[in-house]
């Protein structure tokens, strides 16, 4: 598996693995554009991918506009392999070396992400959106958790 830094050219591929998940679904594919990847990975923020065999299998994007994790996805196929939980320190690893802006994100409740969040160290702040559980995460709590 290799783990890098997304690109443009990356973007089909990652749309792919946004509408294959079983959690967290678009209510349409149209929500989230080729355009709006484009610009978090290149304007707002900065993405990841994981590849195996010249496929992509996961992504993350962290945006520092918004102070938001806009995207941590793995395809179903890959699932409980630890992608996600690499892509999640790389981003936040990222994140916290050009802000000390809390991250925030949110997630539906009673799912797989919202466990993985929760056992990564996010502390739930409220509700988001649609019903979403918003979780935030501080510098120094990203910082500290590093240490143990």
Not at 38 to 45: K, L, M
Not at 122 to 148: D, P, S, V, Y
Request: aromatic share 10%; hydrophobic share 35%; with cysteine.
């Amino acid at each position: 598996m290799i783990f890098r830094q997304a690109q443009t050219a990356d973007i089909p591929h990652i749309q792919i693995v946004r509408n294959s998940v079983k959690e967290n679904t678009l209510s349409s594919p149209a929500l989230v554009t080729d355009k709006d990847c484009e610009d978090f990975i290149t304007r707002r923020g900065k993405g990841w991918v994981c590849e195996l065999d010249n496929r992509i299998i996961g992504f993350a994007i962290a945006d520092l506009q918004e102070h938001n994790i806009w995207a941590l996805f793995v395809h179903p196929d890959f699932e409980g392999k630890g992608i996600g939980k690499r892509l999640h320190d790389e981003m936040l690893e990222w994140y916290f070396s050009k802000t000390n802006e809390t991250a925030w994100l949110g997630t539906a409740p009673n799912t797989r992400a919202e466990r993985f969040y929760r056992k990564a160290g996010w502390k739930e702040t409220g509700i988001h959106g649609k019903g979403e559980i918003k979780f935030e995460m501080t510098a120094h709590q990203w910082k500290n958790r590093r240490l143990h």
